[in-house]
């Protein structure tokens, strides 16, 4: 008998736009000019819907979102013909998050930050305590939540879609819901659309990887591993209840990512371009910025462990920055040229 997975997109925002054409390093990949987090969010839903519908006869996949139907990424999820798509629904409601999810055996859940009304962290937390509430109510049997760690509490600055993520985990646990806490890093296709894309410089074919990463190696992972991992933990649910996981397909320092690309795309010279925290956000006008320059701030203190053995126990094929870039060097090549 298959197994009922309902993936919940509870995002503040009902009408976010991206880019859903599909021309990406990643057929399915999501971009958008909202910033990392938005696109990052998104993300997580397509390539946890994309590896459960390869498994068809295990899953039956259900699409619960708070985005409109007419959103690009309502448009996208249903592209990729899940058995269920329901959109517009009232996240922030325990009551009718449970009446959708009744029945289901298990529950992936991304949750989003709002910018545009001052109550990032409260109106995501309530959120996902309202989405937690509904699972137990129904007796979910395992709950993925897609978290982060508490930045402000380790180092005393703020970064709101990780903080309020954190909280969100540490009610799950307090509640005693069967959850698995998942720490997703950054993917590698962000250096073909996203916060780690090379830009442009004054000199022929030189492009400059700008992020206040320091000399700290960064753990990533591939957009296609990503939800090969989640499928994972979802076939042995027993297993990860209970679990926090931190997935890293690979690891190094910028200098070392951009050192691979020059490599695999050469004329193109890639180099890293180290600048401040403050450098970074005076680059940039997205939302999240500064949580974004935060939780850069933290990942260089060392503070948190990503476990590369453990995602090679979800997925024995995860790829390397590498292989990765070498498989999809002429996409690169194109899209860095942008």
Not at 3 to 23: H, L, M, Y
Not at 72 to 97: F, M, Q, W, Y
Not at 173 to 193: A, K, M
């Amino acid at each position: 008998m298959k197994k009922a997975v309902c993936i919940i997109a509870a995002f503040p925002e009902t009408n976010r736009e991206g880019n859903d054409s599909g021309d990406g390093v990643s057929q399915e990949y999501f971009t958008c000019n909202e910033g990392y987090w938005h696109s990052s969010a998104a993300n997580q839903c397509i390539s946890a819907t994309r590896a459960l519908l390869q498994n068809r006869e295990e899953f039956l996949v259900k699409i619960l979102t708070s985005a409109s139907s007419n959103s690009s990424l309502v448009r996208k999820l249903k592209s990729l013909k899940p058995d269920i798509v329901l959109s517009g629904v009232a996240v922030e409601k325990t009551s009718e998050v449970a009446k959708q999810i009744d029945g289901s055996f298990s529950v992936f859940l991304v949750t989003d930050t709002i910018y545009d009304r001052g109550t990032s962290v409260e109106e995501e937390v309530a959120i996902g305590r309202a989405v937690g509430d509904a699972c137990l109510k129904c007796g979910i049997k395992h709950v993925i939540y897609s978290t982060q760690m508490h930045v402000y509490a380790s180092i005393g600055l703020r970064s709101d879609p990780c903080d309020s993520k954190a909280h969100i985990a540490d009610y799950f646990t307090n509640i005693g819901l069967p959850r698995t806490l998942l720490v997703i890093p950054p993917l590698y296709e962000d250096f073909s659309h996203g916060v780690f894309k090379p830009l442009k410089t004054d000199r022929d074919n030189l492009y400059k990887i700008v992020a206040p990463t320091g000399y700290i190696p960064i753990d990533l992972i591939s957009f296609k591993d990503l939800g090969s991992c989640i499928c994972s933990i979802f076939k042995d649910s027993k297993q990860w209840v209970g679990k926090t996981i931190t997935l890293s397909g690979d690891k190094m320092t910028l200098k070392e990512y951009a050192q691979i690309l020059t490599h695999h795309l050469f004329p193109c010279n890639i180099e890293d371009a180290p600048v401040t925290p403050e450098e970074f956000i005076a680059r940039h006008s997205w939302d999240g910025v500064e949580d974004m320059a935060n939780y850069f701030d933290y990942l260089t203190r060392g503070v948190q462990r990503n476990n590369q053995i453990t995602t090679m126990s979800l997925d024995k094929d995860v790829m390397s920055f590498y292989d990765w870039s070498k498989a999809n060097k002429e996409i690169l090549k194109r899209l860095i040229a942008e």
